[in-house]
Each structure stands twice: as structure tokens, then as C-alpha cells.
């Protein structure tokens, strides 16, 4: 995977779980109409059943781009290793090139 598409998914996860948290703003305008007298019980259970709605799609494709990211990560740390080993194995001859300083990379303690 190249960077451009993960830089881009990185981008767009941050934006949609900021979008997210509008949730807050949103419930909290319904219960000021509601104490104010602005919107009755009925609009309010209105109101929060299509914010329901909204909200579980908003969720599902901000993890749908999460899952876009990781699978991106998990691309680029197998292109690392690949390349860190190729490095380590030297010119065509099989054996080990002359630095073994470098460490490889530690995939398993990685999350996502």
C-alpha cells in the first residue's frame, strides 16, 4: 500500500471521529428544547430515535476507515521487515550482511 491512500484514511479516521463527538452537542441541545419548552416528550423521543440512526451509521463507517488504516499499518510494517531483512541478508551470497546491529521489527507488540 502506498502512503498516499494511509495518509489519506489517517486523515479522514481523525475527521470522522471528531465528527463524532458532535453526539454531545447534539443531546445537549435536545435537553435545552425539552427544559425550555421548545420541544415536547414525543419530539424529543423523535428526535433521539433519528439521532440513533445517524449515529450508528456515523460510528460504522468511522470504524470501516479504522479497520482501513490498521490494514494499511500492517502493510507498511511487512514492507519494513521485507526490506530490513533484505538488507541483513546482504549481496545475492545468502549469508548475513555485516551489520547485525539493526533490529528487526517487532510486529507483535504493535496494536492495531
Known sequence: MS???LTDAN???EQQILRCWNIVDD????????????MDQAEMVEALTAYRQVYANRFERTFRT???????????????RDFEL???AGPKSGKMGKSKKQKPVDTKSESC
Open 3 to 5: 502512503l498516499d491512500p
Open 11 to 13: 486523515f479522514d479516521l
Open 27 to 38: 443531546i445537549r441541545e435536545i435537553v435545552e428544547d425539552l427544559q425550555s419548552g421548545h
Open 66 to 80: 479504522y479497520e482501513t488504516v490498521c490494514r494499511g499499518l500492517h502493510g507498511l510494517r511487512a514492507q519494513v
Open 86 to 88: 533484505a538488507q541483513t
